[in-house]
């Protein structure tokens, strides 16, 4: 079992980001996030206790927030087409920072580099010729979740471990 802390967008918007991903796909190659799993990982645990990661991260008091999605890349190194807020909003900052400390605190091991909001869309792809227009799409932030991850045949499952509510402003 593999845990991760995340974001996750309401149906309409992760249907229009699976719309768009299919559509820089077709230019790209690559495999396409499926709509359910899209998410923005907010910190990657592995294999850990899930009643120890949920305990360490309730001292958490972020504030809620609106994530714009008005940023699309493609990073050659890892082959993803990924979109994200172009300027991360000092609301995830904070959360991000928080949740880190509150891991680190409680000796959970980090990946040892800066955060970068992102969300996958397409793994395995070429260097796209250009990105179609991103949607407009809304993503309320009032929560993030303890996930679980379970490997499966096509891919791997997710199931809601946790969620954490966030203060709304």
């Known amino acids: 079992m593999r845990l991760f802390f995340a974001l996750w967008p309401p149906a309409g918007t992760a249907r229009a980001l699976a719309q768009w991903a299919r559509e820089v796909q077709r230019d790209a190659g690559g495999q396409v996030t499926d709509e359910e799993t899209i998410h923005l990982t907010l910190a990657f645990l592995g294999d850990a206790d899930p009643v120890r990661a949920a305990k360490a991260c309730r001292v958490v008091r972020g504030k809620s927030?609106?994530?714009?999605?008005?940023?699309?890349?493609y990073w050659r190194h890892n082959r993803i087409v990924w979109v994200g807020p172009e300027d991360m909003p000092?609301?995830?900052?904070?959360?991000?920072?928080?949740?880190?400390?509150?891991?680190?605190?409680?000796?959970?091991v980090l990946e040892d580099r800066p955060f970068a909001a992102h969300i996958t869309l397409v793994r395995k792809a070429n260097p796209p010729k250009s990105m179609p227009?991103?949607?407009?799409?809304?993503?309320?932030v009032n929560e993030?979740?303890?996930?679980?991850?379970?490997?499966?045949?096509?891919?791997?499952?997710?199931?809601?471990?946790?969620?954490?509510?966030l203060e709304k402003q």
């Open 65 to 73: 927030f609106a994530l714009q999605i008005d940023a699309a890349r």
């Open 90 to 108: 000092s609301q995830l900052k904070d959360l991000v920072g928080q949740l880190h400390g509150a891991l680190r605190q409680d000796g959970f």
């Open 133 to 140: 227009p991103l949607p407009a799409v809304q993503w309320p």
């Open 144 to 165: 993030f979740t303890l996930v679980r991850s379970s490997p499966g045949h096509g891919g791997s499952r997710y199931a809601t471990v946790e969620s954490f509510s």
